[in-house]
């Protein structure tokens, strides 16, 4: 029985990976053949008033060299023909091509401080409530509405007629096979697509000053965008593969690989640098407490995710980092876990979502001073300072559970966590007992299990993406953690919620 291969490339805002899931008859496996890291890279420039300004960029370069050498190794190892090629990236950012197929400059990374304040100009030009009633999408730094309209102020001088925004998945479509279109997951994180029709709305681009020809057409999960392009297929040595439109917001791709029995009781946390915490909907919500919430209706796959953005595993991640720098090697995820086990329970709480989380210089000293700032005793130890990390973390999954519970007016049976923060036991036993509620953990890899499902079904291999639940099921391991400790967390919820009215 022969074998049909998809490529998977899943692009985190810290590091990417390429997957190969190979379907045989009834089964599937999937294979990893590249793992990279990447971050954003700081430049300090002068502008024409000569003031100097940090920028971060994406090495948009280094992402799409280790793309190929994915394709590489899966010529040398796999086969020589692929049956379809897809690509995920986190939810944000993208650069201009020009009509000659030239990058119109660097790729802005979404920390960067440009977008300080675009927020409230967007706000400024357009009625917060009118935003959300369109788009259903809440207010972030880095929102796409906020960029461009920062592009439109300050550098549409540099925009060639004719020139086109891409977003982060349709750039690396554009370098792989000349793509210029972008499916609805993406576009609708954007906070310019009109949520109810899937297309981007006049209204919000006229307001902004967009023009609508800059934007590339929208396309449903699925979609055949285009073939790999004919001399890197010759260079590489593979047939011109599909390129599909998958669900290319890494989110949406984790959420399609979520192996639910019930959308209606099922709470599911993608979990990695960003949580996102949410449920699936079949209609979006624009309500007063959903706006209140600052809740998100997202592009799914004939669905909507319904969540929040929430801080994740990045505050652990710029500890790690700062302490590195400090020590001069890094600490290993083992060793983090051991002196969470060791610190004591509850010494204090954070925000995780405060913005001094955001992108500060120095992610220790800003925690010392959030805890002085709410009252709370400044704590130098590592364990504890990761502990309080933690233990916050899951109070926050309970906080957005209680707001979407509220604004969908349902309650939760069950949460499930996927991504490669799955892996964190502790955290997820934190969950459990934060929330009282059983959590089921994986697959670890989601979003590329997901962006390949949607590959497979684009492709005809299975009928429909209900078919790739069981074939999840028997690939993946998922792991149950019961609530063990909850009245002693249901104590010290009302401590957790004080804080977040304090800061």
């Known amino acids: 029985m022969s074998e049909q291969h998809i490529f998977a490339v899943d692009l985190g805002a810290s590091g990417g990976k390429c997957f190969v899931g190979t379907f045989k ?18 430049f300090f420039s002068r502008d024409r008033t000569k003031t100097v300004a ?19 190794r899966f010529r040398r190892e796999i086969s020589d ?17 020009t009509p000659d197929g030239d990058m119109a400059g660097k790729i802005y990374c979404y920390r960067d401080h440009r977008l300080d304040g675009m927020m ?8 917060p409530a009118h935003i959300y009633e369109i788009t259903g999408i809440h207010f972030q730094p880095f929102n796409v509405s906020n960029q461009l309209l920062w592009f439109i102020q300050n550098r549409r001088h540099t925009l060639q007629p004719g020139s086109l925004y891409l977003p982060m998945p349709t750039v690396f479509g554009f370098y792989l096979g000349g793509v210029e279109k972008i499916d609805s997951t993406w576009a609708s994180v954007t906070q310019l697509m009109d949520c109810r029709t899937s297309d981007w709305s006049e209204d919000i681009l006229k307001r902004l000053g967009i023009p609508h020809e800059i934007m590339p057409e929208i396309v449903a999960p699925g979609f055949i965008l285009g073939t790999l392009e004919d001399l890197l297929a010759d260079r ?41 915490v949410g449920k699936l909907i079949p209609k979006p919500i624009t309500s007063a407490s959903a706006m209140k919430y600052n809740l998100s209706n997202e592009g799914g796959i004939e669905n909507i995710r319904f969540l929040k953005n929430c801080m994740g595993l990045w505050i652990v991640q710029e500890l790690r980092r700062g302490w590195e720098k400090a020590d001069g090697m890094e600490m290993g995820w083992e060793k983090i876990v051991s002196l969470v086990t060791r610190a004591k329970p509850f010494s204090a709480f954070i925000d995780p979502d405060a913005p001094c989380f955001f992108n500060p210089p120095d992610m220790e000293a800003e925690i010392s001073q959030y ?11 590592r364990g504890t300072l990761l502990r309080i990390v933690y233990e916050s973390l899951a109070m926050k999954y309970r906080t957005v559970l209680e707001e979407i519970s509220d ?97």
């Not at 692929?82 to 650069?95: H, L």
């Not at 669900?247 to 959420?255: F, G, K, L, P, W």
Request: net charge negative.
């Open 25 to 42: 008859g009834g089964d599937f496996s999937m294979y990893e053949i590249n793992r990279f890291s990447h971050d954003g890279v700081s």
């Open 54 to 72: 940090e920028r971060c960029y994406w090495n948009d370069t280094l992402l799409y060299d280790n793309i190929i050498k994915g394709l590489h």
């Open 81 to 97: 023909r692929v049956d379809g090629i897809g690509i995920d990236t986190w939810g944000t950012d993208g650069g201009f091509v």
């Open 120 to 127: 409230d100009e967007v706000k400024r030009r357009i009625d």
């Open 236 to 276: 590489i040595g593979l047939n011109r593969a599909p390129i599909i439109a998958v669900a290319s917001h890494d989110t949406a791709s984790a959420y399609a690989a979520a192996p639910i029995r019930d959308t209606k009781e099922a709470l599911i946390i993608s979990s990695g640098t960003w949580s996102l």
């Open 371 to 381: 805890l002085l700032r709410t009252g709370q005793q400044r704590f130098t130890d």
């Open 407 to 503: 604004a969908c007016g349902a309650p939760f049976g069950v949460v499930h966590i996927i991504g490669g923060g799955c892996k964190n036991e502790l955290l997820n036993q934190f969950t459990a007992d934060a929330t009282g509620l059983p959590v089921f953990a994986g697959p670890d890899e989601a979003t590329a299990c997901g962006n390949i499902m949607v590959q497979a079904k684009a492709v005809g291999i299975i009928p429909s993406l209900v078919n790739s639940h069981s074939l999840i099921l028997d690939t993946f391991s998922i792991k149950k953690y019961e609530p063990l400790n909850s009245p002693q967390w249901n104590k010290r919820y009302g401590e957790f919620t004080g804080i977040l009215t304090r800061a």
